[in-house]
C-alpha cells in the first residue's frame, strides 16, 4: 500500500523531461501537477524553422483492454522548410509492459467516481508520457465495434492521411487570404471588442460591447439602445434566410431587427429564459437562443415559446453557450455540460461529455467529446459537427470523434472560442489566432503583434507545411467570431473587425471544394 | 355639392365656388343628413310599456323582444347580404360582391341590379383579389380561418388553405406564384406557394395587418396595419405600413405614421409613385373634455412615395366643424385625376382631386404648411366632394373604364352607383330582397354610424374597428382631467363579462352604452332608450375572433395544461397554502374568467382615484393587449413580472420562467 501510495504520489508531482521534438499529450491549463510542462508548440510562430506534425500519427498494432498494450507513437512527417528536407522517422519505441492498463484500475472501474480511481487514472496517463512521448491509444472495452476500428485504422498504410496525388504543390494547395483590412473605433465601430460577427448577402453585422454595427456600401452604421438595441453587449447574430430578419442576442435580451424595425425580447416581456443571450440560430422558422439559464426555442408561426434546461433534457448545467442545426437536428454547446443533441422530430435529445470525465487530461484520445467546456458548435458540408471547446476542438460525424489539440495537431489554441463551417471546412477562432481544417489539411493565421504583419501555414495532410509571409492581417490574434461570404472573411477579434480577401493570382487553385 | 347656409361650399367638376363658409354649423349637419334621403338612420320610436316601470326591466323585455323577432326574421329566410368587399370584372363589368353576413360571394349585374350568380364560400368573408391570369380568385374568410381560391367564372371553390390566426387582406404576386394573407391576430403575412399550395414561411408585419395591396411599378406588397405598433401608455401611436418584396417575399421597409392609427384600405397610381391609404389621428394622449373640432378624433388619409426618399404626409379630409369618420376604403381612377375615400361612420364618400393633392404636398415639402396633418382647413383643397351614400360604405371599386364608382353600403345591402364625372349617386341598387332592420341590425347600424355624436366625429366603431379596440389609452373626463387613464376595452364576446368600465361602475351595457355615452363622450342627444336596448343587443351579440393558440378541437397543449394546473393551484411551490383571495381561480372564475367583483390588486397608479378595479374577462384575452386597467402592460408577461412585485395580483414570485410560460400559454388558449 505504501509502495503504492509512493507511486502515486510520486507520478503526480514528478515533471515531465523536456528537450527534443517530443510532445505530449494532456490538457494545458496551466500550473496543474498532472498537466506536462508545455513544449513550445511548433505552431507558435517563434523562430524561423516551421515544425509540423501530422494529425494523427501512425500507429503500430492495436490496442484493447485484456491483454492489449498501449501503444507508442512517434509523430512523423517534420518538415522543415528553412533546411528544405524532412528528418527520418523515427523508429517506434518498444512497448512498456507496464503501460498495460494496470488491473488494478479496471477492476476499480465501478468505482470510478472515487478519488483514488481519478488519482490511478491521471497516474496511469502521466506514466505513458514519461515513458517517453508515448500516448494511449483509443480503450474502449465496452465498445467492441470501436476496437476494431482502431484494428483497422492501426492497419491503415500511412498514405491515408495524405492529400491525394503525393505531396501538395503549389497548383494544388488552395488560395489563402493574403489581404487583410481592419476596422476598428477610427472607423465608426461603437467599440474595438467585437464578440461576434455576421457576413449577410448585403451587409455584414458586427456585435461589439458598447453596440451592434452594419456595414454598408463601405459605411459603418450603429444601433444603441437608443434605437432599440435590447443591450449594448451583443454577443451573437444570425440571419433568418427566409425572412430577411436579423436575430441579435445581446446580454440583456434577444433582438430582432427587421427592415429597421428593433422587436425586443426579454425574460420578463416574453417567453425568452434568460436575458443573456450568448448564442442564436434560427432554422425552420424558428429561433434558438442559448441562454445563461438554458435554452430558449421561439416557433414564430405559432408565435409559441419552449425552454430546454436540466427540468427537461439531459443536460445537467444550464449555461448554454451556442446552438447550431445540423442534418435535421440541433445542437446546443453547454459551457460546462458538454453537448447536447436534440432530434427535433422525433422529440429526443442525447448527451455527449468528456468520457473521461476529466477536467485536466485527456485520457483516451478519440472517446468522445474533448471537454465539457464547450463554447461553440457548427455543421459542416459534410454534416459534421464541429464543437470548440476551452479545451480542444472535437468532430463529430455522427459515428466516430476526432479530436484536436495544440500538442498534436496545427490548431494554434486549445481555448477555441468560435467555430463556423464552409463546405468541408471549419474554421476554429481561438485566442492565439485562426485555423481552418477538413481535419486533415489545415492552415493556421496568426498576427505577429510586434511588427503587425501576418503568418499563415498551410499543413497538408502528409504533406510538408508552407509558410507564408503576409504585410497584413486581422487586427488580434484573439478571435471571437468568424463569418464567410463568398470570396471574403470576416473576422471579430478583441481589437475591432478583419476582413480577409484573396488575391488568387500567383496560384492555381484546386477545386472550389478544396477551398476553405 | 351641399350647401351651408345657402352657399355652396364645395369644389365640384364645375369649378365651383372656393368661398369658406362663416361658420358651419348645425344646419350643415341638417343639411347634409337631408341629402342623404333614404338612407338617414330613421328615429327609432319609443315601444309602448307594458311591463311594469323599473327602467331595468324595460331594458331586458325590449331586449327579449328585438331578439325574438331577430330570430323570427331569420326563421322566414331572410338573408342579408353585408357587402364587404368588391371587384369589377374588367371583361365583363360585373361586380362580385362579397357577402360577409350570408357566407357567399354574388356576380352582380350593375346593369339589370341583378344577382346572375351566388356561391357559398367561407365563413364572413373579407376581402378579395384576383390572380394574374383573371382565371382565380383568392377570398380571406375571417370567420372560416381560411384562403378559398374560386375559380373566377363559375365562383366555385376549387381550393382551401387553412389559415388559423384571422385572415384579412390578401394579395397575389405578380408572376402569379405566390399568395400573400395578412394574419391579423398574430402580425403576420403568411406567404403560399400557389402551385404546391405550402405555406412558405410567415413574415412579422405590423399589429394587426388589415390590408394588402400591391404597387403596380415596384414589385412590392404593401400592407396596412390596423393597429399602434407595441403600444405604450402616454406615448404617442405609431402605426406602420409594412412593404413587402414580392419576388424575395421579404419585409423591406416599414414606414411609420406617427400618431395615426386603423389604417385599413390603400390604393395606387397607376406609376406607382403615390399610395394613398386610409387612416384615423386619435387624440388619445389629451383628455377628453370635449369632441368639436377634431378633439378626439379626426380623419383622413396618408400619402406614401414609394421609390422615393420623401416622408409620408398625412391630411384630413374633415371640416373644421364636420367630420367624416371611420376612413375605410381606396380607389383609385385610371387616369390617377382622383381617389376616392368611404367614410364608414358618416355614411358617405370623400372624392380627393389628385392634381390639388399634388400641389399641396409640395407646398407641405416646401415647409409652406404648418402641421398639414392637423389642419382642418386644409380639405377644401383637395376634396373636391362629399356625396352621401348608403348605411356603413366600406368597399368600394371603380369601373375599368373610370367612368363609375361602385361603393358597397354593408348594413342596407346595397350599392350606391356614383358618375366619377359628376360625382353623384346616379343609382343605388339593393342585394337581394330589401326587408326592414331587424333589431340586431339596428344596432350594429347605431354601433358603426357617427351621425348621433357632435359634429360627426366619431362612432363606436371609431374605438372599436371591427368591434374590437384601438389598443390605446384615454384620459376621460368624468373622474376628472389627468386622472384614471384607461386602456381600451374589446369589445367582442363580452355578454355576460358585466360589470363594465374598469371601476365596475357600470352595471349592463346599456348603462354603459347610455346616458354615460351620450355625456361623456358623444356630447350629444345620443339615443333613445329603444336605440339604447338595440345597440346593447347588438353588442352583447358580437361573436369572438377564433383563437390561434386553442386547438380546434380544445385539446390543451401539455404546456397549457400545466398552465392550467397553476392557474388553479392552491399551494405555492413550497408547499405553502395560498389564501381564497389569493389564487388566480378566485377572481377570475366562471365561464368568463371573471366574478364580476372589484378587487385592489396593487395597480393603483398615481393618476387614478381608486385601487380597486372590475375583474378583467380572460377570455381571448391573447387580442387585447396592452394590459391591467390603464394599459401599462405590453405583454401578459409584465403583469407579474413587473407589476406584480409584492404578491398583489395572485402568489406569482415563486413561480419559475417555466411556471410563467406555461401560465401564459394557458391563459392565450381561453
Redesign the interface.
Known sequence: MKTRKANLRACTNSPLPLGGEGWVRGKSRGGSDVSPVPQPSPFKGEGVVVHTMNVRPKRVGSSGISGMRAEAFQPEGLTDHSRGQRPRLSAPVNPDPERVVPWALRIMRPFSGSNLYKHGRACFARRLVLAGGTRPTKVRPKRVPAILLALAAGMLPAADFRAEGGEPTPESRPAYYDHWESFGVPDGLPSDKVFCIYAGEKDVWAGTDHGLARYSNGQWKTYSRKDGLAHPAVMSIAEDH????MWIGTMGGLN?F????F?TFT?????L??DVVYGVAVWR?EVWAATA?GTSRYQ????????Y?E?NTPMHERWCYAAASCAGKMYLAVWGGGLLEYDVERDRWRSYVDPDHEMEVDVFRDDGLVHDVVSAVACDQADRVWVGTYFGLSSYDGRKWRNFMDHDSPLVSNFVNFVTTRGKYAWIGTDKGLNATDRENWWTYRRDPDTGKGTVIWQPAGGAAEQFAIDTIFPHNYVLGISLREKDIWLATEKGVGRGTRSQDAVKTVSPEAHP | MYKVLGIPYCNGMSGGSRSVPAVVSLSAYLNFEASRGRNAIPARREPARTHGSSFPGYILTSMLAGLATSMAAASDGVSRCGPSALLVEPDTGRLLVLCEKSDSILRFDPQTAQIEVQEKIGKKPFAACAHPDRKRLFITCRGGQEVDELDAVSLHVLRRFPLRGDPTGVEVSGDGRRLFVGVHSLDQVAVFELETGAELKRLAVGNGPEMLRRSPTDGRIYVTNLLPDAPRMDEPCLNEVTVIDESTAQVVERVILENANAARGIAFTADGRMAIAAITRPKNLVPMVQVARGWMITNGFAVLFPESDRPPLQLLIDLPNLAFADTYSVAMTPDDRKFYLTCAGADAVVAVNMEELRQVAEEVLAERIPRPADNLGLSRRYVSARIPVGTNPRALAVSSDGHWLYVANRLDDSISVIDTNADHVVRTMVIGEASPPDQLLHGERLFNSAARTFQTQFSCASCHPDEGFDALQYDMEPDGVGTAIIDNRNMRAIAGTGPFKWTGGNPDIATQCGVRTAKWIVRTGWLSSAEVVDLATYIESIEAVANPYRSPDGVLTPAQKRGRVLFERSTTNRGEPIPEKSRCNYCHRGPKFTNGESFDVGTKARHDTTSRFDTAHLTNIFESGPYLHDGRAPTLEEIWTKYNLKDEHGISNDWTKEQLNDLVEYLKSL
Open positions: 427566409d425572412t430577411g430578419d430582432r427587421s427592415a429597421g424595425r422587436d425574460q420578463l416581456n416574453s417567453g429564459a434568460n422558422g439559464a414564430l408561426a405559432a408565435d409559441r415559446w419552449t425552454i434546461n427540468t
